[in-house]
């Protein structure tokens, strides 16, 4: 995961907020790049989470230009958008294995039922757009904008969480086999691990 900083912004506790950037060589295309931010937004080793509070999250949608300041955010939304995190990144980890996922698509369904979203035709092209009245419904809806583009392109299944911290990352490589949120991370933390493992077996 991410290195300290002592710039880096933190929390009333102190833990370093995470940089739902990170590592940028692992970012999406950019038409669903949100839904790994949106995923990154807490950092499930530290407990460090953007949408620990109503402030927190509103600053966060704020910032990724995904509402406005004159929407409504109440503590019901933040709680259902921390949830429909959870299911994301759940889905994420599902990726890791062709056959699996379909339980996760039914979890994400309640979130997506009501998402609103309206057609626009750009530059000679039929374009979904989010249109929710609040800030929970607006982000619903670009969630599900970006998840249809992932889809439309056969990339979904790309979008993939860590299995050692569940960081969400893009998977570039050529056949799919991505595993780590970064090699110099938890990828070499799983390597150190296995290869102390095999010097502890006993010698046949």
């Keep these: 995961m991410v290195g300290d900083m002592?710039?880096?912004?933190?929390?009333?506790r102190?833990?370093?907020l995470p940089d739902c950037t990170w590592p940028a060589a692992k970012a999406a295309p950019k038409e669903f790049d949100v839904l790994r931010r949106f995923c990154n937004t807490c950092n499930h080793e530290s407990g460090a989470d953007r949408f620990e509070t109503i402030d927190g999250?509103?600053?966060w949608?704020?910032?990724?230009s995904l509402i406005d300041g004159s929407l409504p955010l109440v503590e019901s939304d933040r709680r259902q958008l921390v949830e429909a995190r959870e299911h994301l990144r759940g889905h994420a980890l599902a990726h890791h294995d062709d056959g699996a996922g379909s339980t996760f698509a039914l979890a994400l369904d309640p979130f997506f039922t009501d998402a609103e979203i309206t057609l626009e035709v750009i530059d000679g092209q039929l374009t979904a757009r989010p249109a929710g009245h609040d800030a929970a419904g607006l982000l619903i809806g670009h969630l599900a904008v970006a998840i249809m583009a992932a889809q439309r392109s056969q990339r979904w299944r790309r979008l993939k969480s860590c299995p050692s911290c569940g960081w969400v990352f893009y998977d570039h490589s050529k056949n799919r086999s991505g595993r780590w949120c970064?090699?110099?991370?938890?990828?070499?933390?799983?390597?150190?691990?296995?290869?102390?493992?095999?010097q502890q077996?006993?010698?046949?």
Excluded at 61 to 64: G, K, P, Q, V, Y
Excluded at 184 to 190: E, K, P, T, Y
């Design 61 to 64: 949608l704020i910032e990724w």
């Design 14 to 16: 102190g833990r370093q």
């Design 6 to 12: 002592a710039d880096h912004p933190r929390d009333a």
């Design 57 to 59: 999250t509103r600053s």
């Design 201 to 204: 077996r006993p010698t046949p």
């Design 182 to 198: 970064s090699m110099s991370a938890c990828g070499g933390r799983a390597k150190v691990a296995a290869f102390r493992e095999r």
